[in-house]
Every structure is written in C-alpha cells, then in structure tokens.
C-alpha cells in the first residue's frame, strides 16, 4: 500500500480517548467496508461523450460525501489522493481510507485549505488522481465546494463528477444523509463528461466552470438513482 500523502499532525493534538476511540472506529470502519465490500454488485455508466472506463490521465474526481463508502470499495488501491478535514472526523475517515490503498492529504475547505490544495497539486505533479467529497466536510448537502475548480484550473488537468447509488442502505440521520451500503446490493455508478477549466479562467469564467461542475453531480446523481426509483429531489 502506498504511503499517506502529508505526515499527519503530531497526535497530542488529540486527548487520549479521542486516539483510543480513533484507534477504535478506524478498526470498525475498515472492517465493516472489508464485510459489506465484496457483496456489492457493480454497475458503472458514463454520460455521452465521457471518458473510457479505463481512462488512467491524472483527474480531478468529485462526487458527494454521502457516497463515501462504495466509492471507497470501488476503487480502492489506485492510490488516488483525498481531501479529508483535519478534525477529529476527517482524521478516523483518513486512517481508513488508507487502509484501502488511498493517499490522505490533510485540510478542508473550512481549516487548512491552502495546505491541503497545495498538497493535492503535488499528487497531480506525481501522475496521481486526486478526489474530493465536495460538499464535506459539515455541507451543505449536495453543494458544491470551489476548490476543485481551482486546483483543475492551476494544474491543467480535468474535473469528473460520479455518484454512486446504492439499491439498499442504512441512512444515518446526518447532514450529508451518510449510506452505509446493505450486503449484496447493487450499486449504480454514474460518470459525468469532464469538466474543462481553461488555464486563465479567472471571475466569471471561473464561476461558469463551478456551475458546470455542479451541475455535472446533479445529472449523474439523478442519473444513477433514477436506475433504482429512488427520488433525486433531495
């Protein structure tokens, strides 16, 4: 497995019960997708004139927070690189995304974003792909974040929208609506068209690209659970 992305803060950050219950939920975590993961039954669609589903260029991957667990089997051991907070939250979903083969790079929009942005340029500049769950960390659910647009804008490279849409799941009563998907359903994965922010988008143009990229998790979460009845509206 690939090494994280950032050396993470020194752990005396956190009190002592808050590294035992980090030590603890990142073994429930890991287990739990290890579990449910392999019982999942795969479909994946692309919108018209989307990239290959074997497509490897460096990308700049988005989709919901909420989407986090079958994303996060899916593709595992790619080496891809996440955003993930730097709150106690985003510290437990880092130990267990890399687990599965991610890099985690440390920041969110809200505490340590330039670091963190930063940190995910460097991931492009190696060849990787980079994701961000782009309404986290504490939404508002189904809004999208700029950074991406940004980071696409400096490093050159294209913005992709996906969402999976699980058949069964238990929804916590979070602010994102978290999935944790039931065994052996299937899940339906949705691609957008790539999203080009030009090199010297800047003001308007930048704010046309962000609405573009909106509107790309919209079609394909509309999309994707429209395959299983369920209700896109919220």
Same mark, same amino acid.
């Given at each position: 497995?690939?090494?994280?992305?950032?050396?993470?803060?020194?752990?005396?950050?956190?009190? !002592? &019960?808050?590294?035992?219950? /980090?030590?603890?939920?990142?073994? *429930?975590?890991?287990?739990? $997708?290890? =579990?449910?993961?392999? #019982?999942?039954?795969?479909?994946?669609?692309?919108?018209?004139?989307?990239?290959?589903?074997?497509?490897?260029?460096?990308?700049?991957?988005?989709?919901?927070?909420?989407?986090?667990?079958?994303?996060?089997?899916?593709?595992?051991?790619?080496?891809?690189?996440?955003?993930?907070?730097?709150?106690?939250?985003?510290?437990?979903?880092?130990?267990?995304?890399?687990?599965?083969?991610?890099?985690?790079?440390?920041?969110?929009?809200?505490?340590?974003?330039?670091?963190?942005?930063?940190?995910?340029?460097?991931?492009?500049?190696?060849?990787?792909?980079?994701? !961000? &769950?782009?309404?986290?960390? /504490?939404?508002?659910?189904?809004? *999208?974040?700029?950074?991406? $647009?940004? =980071?696409?804008?400096? #490093?050159?490279?294209?913005?992709?929208?996906?969402?999976?849409?699980?058949?069964?799941?238990?929804?916590?009563?979070?602010?994102?609506?978290?999935?944790?998907?039931?065994?052996?359903?299937?899940?339906?994965?949705?691609?957008?068209?790539?999203?080009?922010?030009?090199?010297?988008?800047?003001?308007?143009?930048?704010?046309?690209?962000?609405?573009?990229?909106?509107?790309?998790?919209?079609?394909?979460?509309?999309?994707?659970?429209?395959?299983?009845?369920?209700?896109?509206?919220?």
């Amino acid at each position: 497995m690939s090494s994280s992305a950032t050396t993470p803060e020194p752990a005396t950050r956190f009190t !002592f &019960t808050q590294r035992v219950a /980090l030590a603890l939920i990142t073994a *429930a975590g890991s287990l739990l $997708v290890r =579990l449910i993961g392999p #019982t999942l039954r795969y479909t994946v669609s692309i919108e018209e004139g989307g990239p290959p589903t074997d497509w490897l260029c460096p990308v700049v991957y988005v989709f919901w927070h909420r989407c986090v667990i079958p994303a996060l089997y899916r593709y595992r051991d790619k080496s891809i690189a996440v955003m993930t907070s730097g709150s106690f939250d985003g510290e437990y979903i880092a130990r267990i995304i890399e687990k599965f083969g991610y890099r985690a790079v440390r920041g969110s929009s809200t505490r340590g974003g330039t670091r963190a942005l930063l940190g995910m340029h460097t991931e492009i500049e190696a060849g990787r792909s980079v994701a !961000f &769950t782009i309404d986290g960390p /504490l939404g508002p659910r189904y809004v *999208a974040k700029p950074g991406p $647009v940004l =980071l696409a804008r400096n #490093t050159r490279v294209r913005i992709l929208a996906f969402h999976c849409a699980v058949e069964r799941a238990w929804v916590l009563n979070s602010w994102d609506r978290f999935m944790i998907p039931k065994p052996f359903s299937r899940v339906m994965v949705r691609f957008s068209r790539t999203v080009n922010v030009p090199p010297e988008a800047d003001g308007a143009a930048l704010d046309a690209c962000h609405q573009e990229m909106q509107s790309a998790l919209d079609r394909v979460r509309a999309r994707a659970e429209t395959a299983f009845g369920q209700n896109s509206a919220g």
